[in-house]
């Protein structure tokens, strides 16, 4: 019998992932690929464009196979993927971005951050148009990314007929049509949707006067469709060629379109991975100093998008869990018990706190360790831990990575509470991502943000939000609303337990004076070197 098919193509950090979806929103099938990153240095992180379409292409003829359905099912497709930089030649080329030259390695990540004078370059313009940017322009974002490399190898800039964000760009590479969309250029490239325009100024005060000419000038909303897939494209993804594709999204966008698509008003959608997105919406603008936006229609027609973010969550928890002296026993004894390495940290952490009834009253860390995106709008901000002892094994493993868990969820609640001054009403979370596979790490979310969690039944929330695009962009649904109340179920729901809040008061007032210390700190320093 023959089945409604809608394809989510998601390109994360580290991997390109395909979910196949039915009409209700069900999943059918499920691929992943790794995908490769280069860094030269420190502060150096790269992609290969060819890589990820290879990748793409690989995980939706397994996902096609896996789900034992046809092409002629595969009624659209939808993409997401991280906001990284794709510098395109003439005729489709790669162009390197990278210091050893390169060709392959063509992105630049979201995660680089080399372009520090050039964030700075761009702010000092004082533009009116970085009130939409919560400020100031991230050193994640595009634009300085773009200047570094006009600055440092401005052959490679004249030889860039297109600048891409990577969604736009994989949109680009499936239909062949020249668009980029609302999300990616609002969000990313200090684009003013709500004007139709280009910040002209500041592009010309920092020498960018010429980069809306390597930029697609049609602009596409969100839900529409891009074109059809290419007799190539379809080729290289075993999927019929004249399938609709949709106008590309952010990978974060992606997750809070699934979250909150169908009822916006009051959610606060967080979507958790490498690092963490907070997206909300509103029918007014909404200014917050360090939370980027308001941005209109980048997430949901008709609605500004505010989009605050901490640039290490997962990255951070894994980076301390390998630090640990502990680390090799936990993954031995995870491997005989046949346990993820976080079931049983999880576990080494509810036997401390069997026996301690505070285990972290005297551990605090200040997350910062890849900077401060929001609400400080920091990238040089650091991480933080205070009152180590010479504790080893597996006791100090699990107190630190608590410690870190609270850390991250502290970070959320200080973006919350910006969000709410500022004039958003956030009732209710919403999550998907990493964290919502970590009970523990729920646990903490709920207790430290004194809210309620709502999860999605779809534990890959992100790809199915790209499908959503693609079941609009196909005429199946006349709108993201309508599409995300068919095709999103609703999952379990996580309460606040009240005996914390008292802890995590005096805890969180810890972890903003962390910040304040350490500023201290570096000021006395610096007035010594």
Not at 6 to 34: H, T
Not at 64 to 86: K, P, Q, W
Request: aromatic share 6%.
């Amino acid at each position: 019998m023959k089945q409604t098919c809608y394809a989510g193509i998601d390109v994360g950090s580290a991997s390109a992932r395909v979910g196949l979806f039915n009409e209700k929103g069900e999943r059918l099938a499920f691929a992943v690929r790794p995908i490769k990153q280069f860094h030269g240095r420190a502060n150096f992180v790269e992609q290969s464009s060819s890589d990820i379409w290879q990748q793409i292409c690989a995980a939706m003829k397994e996902a096609i196979a896996t789900a034992g359905v046809s092409a002629d099912e595969i009624r659209s497709l939808g993409v997401d993927a991280t906001c990284s930089l794709v510098a395109v030649g003439q005729g489709g080329s790669p162009v390197s971005v990278s210091e050893n030259g390169e060709a392959d390695q063509d992105i630049i990540m979201w995660m680089d951050h080399r372009a520090a004078e050039e964030t700075a370059q761009i702010n000092a313009t004082g533009d009116e148009a970085l009130k939409y940017v919560g400020g100031e322009v991230s050193i994640e974002m595009e634009l300085p990314k773009i200047l570094w490399l006009k600055n440092h190898y401005p052959d490679r800039y004249e030889r860039t007929v297109r600048f891409f964000d990577l969604a736009d760009y994989l949109v680009w590479r499936a239909t062949g049509v020249d668009i980029a969309s609302t999300c990616t250029l609002t969000c990313k490239w200090n684009y003013l949707a709500h004007e139709g325009r280009f910040a002209e100024d500041m592009l010309q005060a920092v020498g960018l006067h010429d980069l809306p000419e390597k930029v697609p000038e049609k602009v596409l909303d969100l839900g529409a469709s891009a074109g059809g897939l290419t007799e190539q494209a379809a080729k290289d993804l075993g999927v019929n060629a004249g399938t609709p594709v949709a106008a590309g999204i952010i990978d974060a966008h992606a997750g809070g379109l699934a979250l909150i698509g169908a009822e916006p008003d009051g959610g606060l959608a967080i979507i958790s991975g490498t690092s963490n997105c907070h997206m909300i919406v509103n029918e007014k603008p909404v200014m917050v100093p360090g939370v980027w936006g308001p941005y209109w229609g980048a997430m949901l027609p008709g609605y500004w998008l505010g989009e605050g973010g901490q640039s290490a969550a997962g990255s951070l928890v894994e980076w301390t869990i390998q630090q640990s002296d502990a680390y090799d026993e936990l993954k031995a004894e995870a491997a005989k018990q046949g346990l993820h390495e976080i079931a049983l940290l999880n576990n080494w952490v509810l036997d401390l706190e069997a026996r301690e009834a505070s285990p972290t009253s005297n551990l605090h860390v200040l997350s910062d360790h890849h900077g401060n995106r929001s609400p400080r709008a920091n990238p040089h901000a650091k991480g933080v831990v205070s009152g180590l002892t010479l504790e080893t094994g597996r006791d100090a493993l699990a107190r630190l990575y608590l410690a870190t868990l609270q850390a991250i969820a502290y970070g959320t609640r200080h973006i919350i509470e910006e969000m709410t001054k500022a004039g958003h009403s956030i009732t209710k979370l919403f999550m998907c991502g990493g964290a919502t596979k970590n009970p523990l790490w729920l646990r903490e979310y709920a207790n430290i943000t004194g809210r309620e969690i709502q999860l999605a039944e779809e534990e890959d929330a992100v790809t199915l939000g790209a499908a959503i695009l693609g079941a609009v962009a196909c005429g199946d649904f006349k709108d993201i609303p309508s599409a995300s109340a068919k095709l999103v179920r609703v999952g379990g729901l996580i309460k606040p337990e009240g005996s914390t809040a008292q802890f995590h008061a005096a805890k969180y007032q810890v972890y903003l004076n962390l910040y304040d210390n350490h500023q201290h700190h570096k000021a006395l320093m610096e007035k010594a070197i």
